[in-house]
C-alpha cells in the first residue's frame, strides 16, 4: 500500500512538472531556433513546500528576486547576460575600417527562475486555484521580460548584420578605436534593453501587492 501510495506521488509530481513547463509558452522548435539566433533560454525552479497561505507567501518572499527593491513578493524573474568573444582589429583598406557579421561571436543567456509548489497534490482546492491564478500571472509577466530581451537580441543582430564603415581619422594608426566603438555600441543596446526590463517591473508594480495569490 505503501509503494502505492509512493507512486502514486511521483506521478502527480510528474504531471505537475510537465504542466508547469508547458505554461512557459517556449517550445522545443522555438527554441532551437533561438539557438540559431544566439539566444539561450533556461529555466530553474526553487521548491516552495508551504500548505498555508501564509506559510506560501513567506516562502517566496523569502527569494526577493528583484534586487532594485526589498519586499517585493514577485516569486520569479527573468535574467540575461551577454556574452561577446573580443574582436579581431582588421586591417584598414583604403584608410577605411570594416567589420562584417562574421567576424561576431556572441550569445545571450535568458534565465527564468521559477516556484515549484512540491506540496500542491496535498493542498486543498481553494488553495491550489489561488496559486494556479498567481502562476499564470507570474508566468506572463515573467515572459515579457523575454520577450524584452529578445528585442534586444533583435537589436543587436540587426546592428552587427549593419555595421558602417569607418574611415580613419589623421591620428588613428590601425582600427582599433573602431572595433572599440564597435563593442561599446553593441553593449550599449544591451543595456538599453535592461533599462527597458526595469522600466516594465517599476510601470507594473508586479510583487508590491501583499495579496499576491488572489
Not at 14 to 22: D, G, P, R, T, V
Not at 41 to 55: F, T
Not at 144 to 170: M, Q, S, V
Request: hydrophobic share 35%; net charge positive.
Amino acid at each position: 500500500m505503501k509503494s502505492i501510495y509512493s507512486l502514486l506521488l511521483l506521478i502527480t509530481s510528474i504531471i505537475s512538472i510537465l504542466l508547469f513547463s508547458s505554461t512557459l509558452g517556449i517550445r522545443t522548435k522555438t527554441l532551437k531556433k533561438f539557438k540559431r539566433q544566439n539566444i539561450i533560454i533556461s529555466k530553474i525552479y526553487y521548491p516552495v513546500k508551504g500548505l498555508r497561505y501564509e506559510k506560501i507567501i513567506e516562502e517566496v518572499k523569502s527569494k526577493n528576486l528583484k534586487s532594485y527593491r526589498k519586499n517585493l513578493i514577485s516569486g520569479g524573474s527573468v535574467k540575461a547576460k551577454f556574452h561577446l568573444k573580443p574582436l579581431q582589429i582588421p586591417k584598414p583598406k583604403k584608410k577605411i575600417c570594416q567589420l562584417s557579421s562574421r567576424d561576431f561571436y556572441w550569445i545571450i543567456n535568458i534565465k527564468y527562475t521559477l516556484p515549484q509548489w512540491k506540496n500542491r497534490h496535498l493542498a486543498n482546492q481553494s488553495l491550489k486555484k489561488r496559486w494556479d491564478k498567481y502562476l499564470k500571472r507570474l508566468i506572463k509577466h515573467e515572459d515579457t521580460h523575454r520577450d524584452i530581451f529578445l528585442e534586444g537580441a533583435k537589436a543587436i543582430h540587426d546592428y552587427i548584420e549593419n555595421i558602417p564603415p569607418y574611415p580613419l581619422g589623421k591620428k588613428d594608426k590601425n582600427c582599433l578605436k573602431y572595433v572599440s566603438k564597435v563593442k561599446d555600441k553593441i553593449l550599449f543596446i544591451f543595456k538599453t534593453y535592461e533599462r527597458k526590463n526595469l522600466a516594465f517591473d517599476l510601470k507594473t508594480k508586479f510583487g508590491l501587492n501583499n495579496r499576491l495569490l488572489l
